[in-house]
């Protein structure tokens, strides 16, 4: 079976700019959640959206959206970014909210 | 979600037991105690949970105090492949959510 798949796994942008990140879950999960890992330090929680509803959101300013589908496929958006978004996007999956997450190998966001 | 404390870094010899400790004194009587692990470049892969007994699978041991104040992951034989940042969490489970919060982490530093 596939595993959490993100697209795309780099990405570079410039400051201003908008960027969508996508991330599949594995089939049958229907919770996903998403994180930003600066280097150095621990993933931050962003957001977790459960049946296509948000059911949590970290302290990340309102620049930053998701959404999920109804096949449970999600996406998150940074608006105007800043040279301080430059960072590791993970993306997680779970079968419900409160179970042991499956991560992504994440999408390398570079804002210059 | 309960904060956790762990040491900076360790080191383990190839083949010997590595104990990795982790203090969440603030944890309450539903959060579960999770262990993660990040390989360079990679997303966080699950290893283990337990709420109270001991738990041990093909992976690791988990060893939680009486008082749940603390617990113990044990990797019986590392090998370099278990070089990796070990993370432990105690999630935060509310309104049909799970907040994650990852701190630094253990960095386990496997020596041939």
């Known amino acids: 079976d596939a595993g959490v798949t993100q697209s795309p796994t780099h990405l570079i942008k410039t400051r201003g700019q908008h960027v969508t990140l996508r991330c599949s879950p594995i089939?049958?999960?229907?919770?996903v959640s998403w994180y930003q890992q600066v280097l150095g330090q621990g993933p931050q929680f962003i957001f977790q959206?459960?049946?296509?509803?948000?059911?949590g959101r970290g302290n990340f300013p309102d620049r930053f959206s998701a959404r999920q589908f109804p096949n449970y496929s999600s996406e998150l958006n940074v608006n105007a970014l800043l040279l301080g978004d430059s960072a590791l996007y993970l993306c997680a999956s779970s079968g419900l909210a409160n179970e042991k997450l499956f991560f992504g190998s994440g999408t390398q966001l570079s804002v210059l | 979600d309960a904060k956790t404390t762990q040491p900076t870094s360790m080191d383990c010899a190839e083949g010997r037991a590595a104990n990795l400790p982790c203090n969440h004194s603030?944890?309450?009587?539903?959060?579960?105690v999770y262990w993660y692990r990040q390989i360079h470049s990679q997303g966080p892969q699950y290893i283990i949970h337990?709420?109270?007994n001991n738990e041990t699978n093909e992976m690791a041991s988990l060893i939680i105090t009486e008082d749940r104040k603390s617990s113990t992951l044990i990797l019986p034989h590392a090998t370099l492949r278990d070089t990796a940042v070990y993370y432990c969490?105690?999630?935060?489970?509310?309104?049909?959510?799970?907040?994650?919060?990852f701190g630094t982490g253990t960095k386990l530093q496997v020596i041939p």
């Open positions: 337990g709420l109270k």
């Open positions: 969490i105690a999630p935060l489970n509310s309104g049909g959510y799970q907040k994650v919060t």
């Open positions: 959206y459960y049946e296509k509803e948000e059911r």
């Open positions: 603030t944890i309450s009587g539903n959060e579960y």
């Open positions: 089939s049958g999960h229907k919770s």
